[in-house]
């Protein structure tokens, strides 16, 4: 049995008051004896004996009950396991992990749970000797985390840590923490704390490597019931957005607290004016999907933002995204001898198209990755200078490539195909066919046909037919557009990284279909024009693992600098730019949410929006029976879980790592002498 505060045995000096009053009580006096009354002087003597004992009694008691008592504040305990002199003399290094995540902003009885996290950290070190050695963690994993410090030090590392956007998994931490636990000597004491709200979204608990070596800490920092209503996500219903059209946007709500939402107010802002206005309501714990409608009025880049009023969690109360309405729709047609009739009649009409064509022999080759859309119609010899810089261009992942192959030239059709590494034409077929089904699901048909029809069950349904036709051997991955009746591809589509190759089994003449008189053709060409304007995500979240694809206008260089400036702001950042397979990849490095806009060499190339992860939102916890379970079941780690209450955590982490407790027993023994006493003064005659 030892003692964790020894200094209260002091206290045992209380016990000489009862001493001293027992021998003051029991001074000698002189006895006079009367010759006369020898009988009474016998019956003096036996009833002096039974005084003594009395007292006698009455004084133990009284000792007794002050050594337990004083025993009781000493705070006796009796160790887990016996201490070595080894294991005394080893030296104790402490991993002290604060979320400063943003739910680290719910208040408690005692503040924010920062506030409190921070002083329950300090009791932390408190707890261990002068000559232990501290290392400090956070969500944000800086440099100088990398080490340990004395007592003095660390206090100042935990008083200076700040609410953080950054999120972090407890597995993720734990082998943060272990990795520096990899250069300290094997016979120290590892000790491993995570002070938490430990919501649902990132305490992986079962996910920590089970380790014996170390001794790790649950600490649970509690919030009062927490009510958030936040923004999840938003997305458009069109694929692109154009001019003077009317946009449709869908908003995901979710409501992570323990009470309903009635008529709550949705603003949505473009270029700071706000476009359009909608009210929700939601069930505690469920979501709800709501539309905002606009017209978009000009061209260029948008900065568009949604916001809703919700307290106390703020910052996922403004979502941000941005988009591009781009002022025409660059369509290129390529030829060999003559231009197509039914393309130009098609394009020419629309105002939001720029069409042109050009002769193979005298195209432009610098002017191609200025289209949005590029169509090869019936080219029969391509030289190895457009083949790479169409390859160049589809590298980009702005431009999409339509092909209209030539029919006196299969070898050449088969060559631009290999090239290109895509499908092959192989064969020709001049038996007469028609189309017989349509992927009226594929982005190319949306919103083309009415809902829930049956191309090939309703024979009354008038399609294409073909006269004339290649055999395309498709690609895995392809999409069969357009089907024939001897189930070969008429309309192939296939994506080379962010960009899309349409391959028609057919030239577009009366002598091989008449897909160019039919109703087909318009909105067929006319979605491939438009579904050629990429639009990109039009939001991203901060510090995410996954990279963020860019697309730059103009010639790229290997030493090309790409600069990320806040709109509004002084926030400026310059991200790895490396090359990927759809294009330019930066990596996320952003860490404050907002609208950025994207500079290379001083031009603008574009606008991104990014947002606060989403994952701190949703407000559930894990609670105390839950993280004893998963303690529980990692049975290869010494893990031990705290809970949040008013007793001091050092002295919680003091007679923990002492052993079982023995106070409350001293406590009883005192009152059971105390008891004693009382009954030798009432009923000892």
């Known amino acids: 049995m030892i003692f964790l505060q020894p200094y209260f045995l002091f206290g045992l000096l209380a016990v000489s008051i009862p001493i001293i009053i027992h021998l003051f009580h029991f001074r000698r006096y002189k006895t006079v004896y009367f010759t006369n009354v020898s009988f ?72 924010n749970l920062l506030a409190k996290a921070r002083t329950k950290a300090r009791g932390i070190i408190d707890s261990y000797p002068a000559t232990a050695r501290f290392q400090f963690l ?27 956007p950054s999120t972090r998994q407890l597995s993720e931490v734990v082998s943060r923490q272990k990795q520096l636990f990899s250069d300290v000597d094997k016979t120290a004491k590892k000790h491993i704390y995570l002070l938490s709200d430990f919501q649902n979204t990132t305490a992986d608990i079962d996910r920590i490597a089970a380790d014996s070596s170390f001794n790790i800490n649950l600490v649970k920092i509690k919030a009062n019931q927490p009510n958030n209503l936040y923004i999840d996500s938003c997305w458009f219903e069109e694929p692109v957005r154009q001019l003077q059209q009317t946009s449709v946007l869908h908003v995901k709500l979710k409501n992570s607290g323990v009470r309903d939402y009635e008529k709550i107010p949705l603003k949505l802002k473009i270029n700071g004016e706000q476009r359009a206005l909608a009210s929700f309501s939601v069930k505690a714990g469920q979501q709800v999907e709501t539309e905002l409608s606009f017209t978009n009025r000009k061209t260029g ?68 990755a200025d289209h949005h859309l590029i169509i090869l119609n019936q080219v029969q010899s391509i030289s190895s200078g457009l083949i790479q810089t169409l390859k160049q261009t589809l590298s980009k992942g702005q431009t999409d490539i339509v092909i209209l192959p030539d029919f006196e030239s299969i070898s050449s059709n088969r060559q631009m195909a290999d090239k290109l590494d895509i499908s092959r034409y192989t064969s020709s077929d001049s038996s007469s066919t028609q189309v017989v089904d349509i992927a009226t699901s594929h982005p190319l048909y949306e919103n083309v046909f009415m809902e829930n029809i049956d191309l090939t069950s309703d024979k009354n349904f008038d399609l294409p037919v073909v006269h004339k036709h290649y055999s395309i051997s498709r690609k895995p991955g392809s999409d069969v557009l357009m089907r024939l009746l001897n189930d070969k591809p008429f309309l192939l589509s296939e994506r080379k990284g962010n960009a899309t190759i349409y391959q028609l089994a057919t030239p577009l003449g009366d002598a091989f279909t008449n897909l160019q ?124 879980v705290y809970e949040d209450s008013p007793k001091p955590l050092q002295r919680q982490i003091e007679q923990n790592r002492a052993g079982y407790p023995l106070w409350r027993w001293f406590v009883v023994l005192a009152l059971v002498f105390l008891g004693f006493e009382v009954l030798f003064l009432r009923f000892l005659k």
Not at 607 to 614: D, E, K, T, V
């Open 517 to 640: 008189r039919h109703a087909l053709f318009v909105p067929t060409f006319h979605r491939m024009a438009v579904l050629s304007q990429k639009s990109g995500e039009i939001f991203h979240y901060t510090g995410g693992d996954r990279p963020v694809n860019i697309s730059m206008r103009g010639s790229e260089s290997n030493d090309q600098v790409v600069k990320l400036q806040q709109v509004n702001g002084e926030y400026e950042i310059i991200p790895p730019i490396t090359k990927g397979p759809d294009g330019l990849q930066m990596e996320n490095k952003v860490k404050k949410a907002g609208h950025y806009r994207v500079q290379y060499n001083d031009s603008l190339q574009g606008y991104l929006s990014f947002n606060y992860n989403r994952v701190e939102s949703d407000l559930e916890m894990l609670s105390l029976e839950e993280m004893n379970r998963a303690a529980d079941d990692n049975i290869q780690t010494d893990m031990t």
């Open 301 to 368: 880049w948008h900065q568009a933002r949604l916001e809703i009023v919700d307290n106390p969690v703020t910052f996922d109360d403004v979502f941000y995204f941005s988009y591009e309405i781009k002022p025409a729709v660059k369509v290129l047609e390529i030829f060999e001898d003559n231009p197509s009739p039914h393309l130009a009649r098609l394009f020419r009409r629309d105002s939001l198209v720029r069409y042109t064509s050009s002769r193979v022999l005298k195209l432009n080759y610098s002017q191609l």
């Open 40 to 111: 009474l002087r016998n019956l003096k003597k036996e009833t002096e004996k039974q005084s003594k004992l009395k007292h006698l009694l009455v004084l133990l008691a009284r000792i007794l009950a002050i050594i337990a008592l004083v025993a009781a504040f000493a705070q006796p305990v009796i160790p887990e396991q016996e201490e070595t002199e080894s294991s005394l003399k080893a030296q104790n290094f402490v991993s002290i992990y604060v979320d400063n995540s943003r739910s680290m902003q719910l208040e408690s009885g005692e503040g």
């Open 138 to 164: 956070s969500n944000d994993f800086k440099a100088y985390h990398q080490r340990f410090f004395d007592r003095s030090r660390m206090k100042n590392l935990v008083d200076e840590v700040s609410v953080s």
